[in-house]
């Protein structure tokens, strides 16, 4: 089975400064993928970001990027230059070998402030 | 490319009743997903379907069914609704559900139980 953990419920940044949300992952399967999601309030999943467990660079959206450590099993997400837009709850997911199936963590609740 | 629909976007439903929530995957995808959101449980898998046949079931009773239809739409049924079925029911679509396939989601429906 696969089990994500993000163990910051909430963060705090001020518009234009970087943030790193944390993700730690546990799986048996050797090939997986993972991925960052926001959620605005409005409910709508919105994808961000993907990395492969056998990409060898971290992956790199616009303003998002991955710092994935492979040995460590853990994925962060990068924000640069934060926005108040930015504003939202962020999740971390992966899929292993249960086709179709995404598990995800708890969520951080990201307050971007001017 | 349009995005995945979901409809209704809300429902309000009483105790015993059922419901059907209805998803529109993007145009190519073929591998369904359905998940609910509760502030107390977070994201649980409820199923998965791929060229109209059920691949990944979650951990939820036999009340949540769902079925694919040869143009990859999608719905999912809840029979005797509780209270606990409260949540927001997001469906996500992907190619084929590998590993390296993005899930996109829907705006999602919002039941709420009375």
């Known amino acids: 089975a696969q089990k994500i953990t993000q163990t910051q419920p909430g963060m705090f940044v001020q518009e234009k400064e970087a943030v790193t949300l944390d993700c730690t992952y546990d799986t048996s399967d050797q090939s997986y993928g993972l991925f960052w999601y926001k959620q605005p309030s409005s409910g709508e999943m919105i994808f961000l970001i993907y990395?492969?467990?056998?990409?060898?660079q971290n992956a790199t959206e616009g303003r998002y990027s991955l710092n994935f450590q492979k040995a460590r099993k853990s994925a962060n997400l990068v924000i640069s230059a934060s926005q108040l837009g930015d504003s939202a709850m962020y999740f971390c997911a992966m899929r292993g070998s249960t086709l179709g199936r995404l598990y995800f963590g708890r969520g951080t609740q990201l307050t971007v402030w001017p | 490319k349009a995005g995945v629909t979901q409809t209704p976007r809300y429902l309000i439903k009483t105790r015993g009743q059922q419901v059907t929530l209805s998803c529109s995957p993007i145009s190519g995808h073929r591998s369904v997903s359905w998940y609910q959101q509760t502030p107390g449980q977070g994201l649980q898998f409820l199923f998965e379907?791929?060229?109209?046949?059920?691949?990944n079931k979650g951990n939820f009773p036999g009340r949540f069914s769902g079925r694919q239809f040869s143009n990859s739409r999608s719905e999912m049924n809840v029979s005797t609704l509780e209270l606990g079925d409260s949540a927001l029911y997001l469906c996500?679509?992907?190619?084929?559900?590998?590993?390296?396939?993005?899930?996109?989601f829907g705006p999602g429906t919002r039941l709420t139980v009375l």
């Open positions: 990395q492969g467990s056998y990409d060898e």
């Open positions: 379907y791929f060229s109209e046949t059920q691949r």
């Open positions: 996500a679509s992907s190619l084929a559900g590998k590993i390296t396939d993005t899930q996109y």
